[in-house]
């Protein structure tokens, strides 16, 4: 029979959403950006769009950077009993379709990926990526930044694509691409793997992985800021 589980065993389970609760305000403020809510609305500036575009996509190449060292974090420390590495592999592809994606709306919008010089937020943002790379972070840090990053896109671009939304028809793909079902399940997937190294981290780890989680949250926010001509 399996012992009854501790309190603190439970809510080891469930951090991440004990987390979300107590710092729902940054949360709300990264997921819920009034750029998103533009989009959703309607009245998005264009201008907005393709400055986040072309900004985003320096962003992301730097990004896959950042997860090729989850992986060899995984690959080194994971027991990879939820089969870790071949979630964050299909985290890899899709990066590969959202680089290939990006240059196709680049030339869509008339952004000359070229000529985009990276903005201070992006900059900072990049950096911070960087720091986590250095084989001095865990795992669980890092796979914990690894989520909040691809779960601020995911809850972001669903929200404007609920039901009485008025998202423009030429943004719904952009939308789509995050907002999708199986990049839903793809984000679930990676939250159940940060529950899972969280329940049996140390003390340390554990306030780590909440420093990067509101750092991630706080970047999120200057980027969407950035993307508006904010920073
Ligand atoms: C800034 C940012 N955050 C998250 C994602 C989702 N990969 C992104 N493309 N750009």
């Known amino acids: 029979m399996q ?5 603190e065993e439970v809510e080891k389970n469930s951090m991440i959403d004990t987390w ?15 750029f998103i809510l533009s989009i959703r609305d309607g009245t998005v500036n264009l201008s907005s769009f393709k400055t986040w575009l072309g900004q985003d996509y320096i962003f992301v190449r730097a990004f ?3 997860v090729a060292s989850v992986l060899i974090k995984a690959w080194k420390e994971s027991d990879d ?6 979630v964050l592999l299909g ?6 379709d959202e680089i290939q994606w990006f240059k196709n709306e680049a030339s869509k919008w008339g952004v000359q990926l070229s000529d985009i010089v990276p903005q201070k937020a992006n900059k900072d943002y990049c950096r911070f990526l960087e720091s986590l790379m250095s084989s001095e972070v865990k795992y669980t840090v890092a796979i914990t930044a690894f989520w909040a990053i691809e779960a601020v896109y995911q809850q972001s671009f669903a929200h404007c ?6 998202t423009p028809s030429d943004l719904q ?20 793997i940060v529950n899972r190294q969280l329940a049996k981290a140390s003390d340390d780890e554990i306030k780590e992985a909440e420093v990067a989680l509101l750092d991630v949250l706080e970047h999120e926010v200057e980027f969407w800021n950035m993307s508006c001509g904010g920073a």
Not at 3 to 7: D, I
Not at 21 to 26: G, M, Q, R, T, V
Not at 161 to 166: A, I, K, P, R, V
Not at 173 to 192: M, V
């Open 3 to 7: 012992a009854k589980k501790t309190r």
């Open 20 to 34: 979300l609760k107590k710092h729902c305000l940054i949360y709300v403020g990264a997921t819920r950006h009034p």
């Open 64 to 66: 896959v950077s950042f």
């Open 81 to 86: 009993s939820g089969g870790d590495m071949e």
């Open 91 to 96: 985290g890899m592809a899709a990066l590969n």
């Open 161 to 166: 694509l609920e039901d009485g939304t008025n």
């Open 173 to 192: 793909a952009t939308c789509l691409r995050w907002g999708n079902d199986g990049f839903g399940q793809y984000c679930h997937s990676l939250k159940q």
